[in-house]
């Protein structure tokens, strides 16, 4: 029986997103096809993603062309450090122009399960000239497992004035995507390659993904 999700999830149902996903979930993936596994997976998830939200705008060039253009334009990647930065250039690499990026450093305390905010690199409050506008942030991180880093990092944006956040993500567990939404239900959509049911804990079922960021920057048991 199939589970129900929040509105506003996505889990993507792609063969070759199912099949690399599978292949990133082996111990035996190294740094190098870690970091191919999550662009590949990424691009998939963003393409799903951005075809849903975005538009086309059209305007005149000469007789005989016409540009095409993405609405809304404002738009901000914000990758959560570290591991979000794997997911980065994928999702540039669909954007017709470039795009701002704020980074947002968080981690998981391991006694109280809360995230701590360590680094938040948002530009200062939108100002009444358009400075600092972002109309779409789009959250990537390749991991929600409790959902207590995504849903801290949705509270962040929301109070700074962002009227509506995207989340893309390479797995996450079924309690993750019950509780993100719930932090903001209007304004909040996620967009994942997979779904794992999880542990009481709130962690993976073997085999997981681990800490990507380890497993990309070869850091494991520092």
């Given at each position: 029986m199939a589970t129900s999700h929040p509105d506003g999830v996505?889990?993507?149902?792609?063969?070759?997103?199912?099949a690399k996903l599978s292949q990133l979930r082996s111990s035996s993936t190294n740094a190098a096809d870690t970091k191919r596994l999550v662009?590949?997976?990424?691009?998939?998830?963003?393409?799903e993603a951005l075809g849903d939200i975005l538009a086309t705008d059209e305007s005149p060039l000469g007789y005989e062309y016409t540009t095409e253009g993405i609405s809304p334009s404002h738009i901000s990647l914000i990758p959560i450090l570290r591991s979000g930065l794997s997911m980065l250039d994928a999702v540039q690499s669909l954007l017709p122009s470039?795009?701002?990026i704020h980074h947002l450093g968080m981690y998981r305390d391991k006694s109280t399960l809360s995230a701590v905010e360590y680094?938040?690199?948002l530009p200062p409050q939108r100002t009444d000239d358009g400075a600092g506008r972002m109309d779409v942030a789009i959250i990537v991180d390749p991991i929600i497992a409790t959902g207590s880093t995504v849903c801290a990092a949705i509270e962040t944006l929301r109070d700074?004035?962002?009227?509506?956040?995207?989340?893309?993500?390479?797995?996450?567990?079924?309690?993750?995507l019950r509780r993100a939404p719930e932090v903001w239900p209007e304004g909040v959509e996620l967009w994942v390659g997979g779904v794992d049911p999880g542990t009481d804990d709130g962690g993976m079922i073997k085999p997981g993904l681990g800490?990507?960021?380890?497993?990309?920057?070869?850091t494991v048991g520092k």
């Open positions: 996505h889990i993507s149902s792609h063969p070759c997103l199912r662009h590949d997976i990424s691009t998939i998830i963003a393409c470039p795009v701002s680094y938040n690199n700074w004035g962002a009227p509506r956040i995207v989340c893309l993500a390479v797995l996450a567990t079924e309690g993750g800490d990507i960021g380890d497993r990309l920057f070869l």
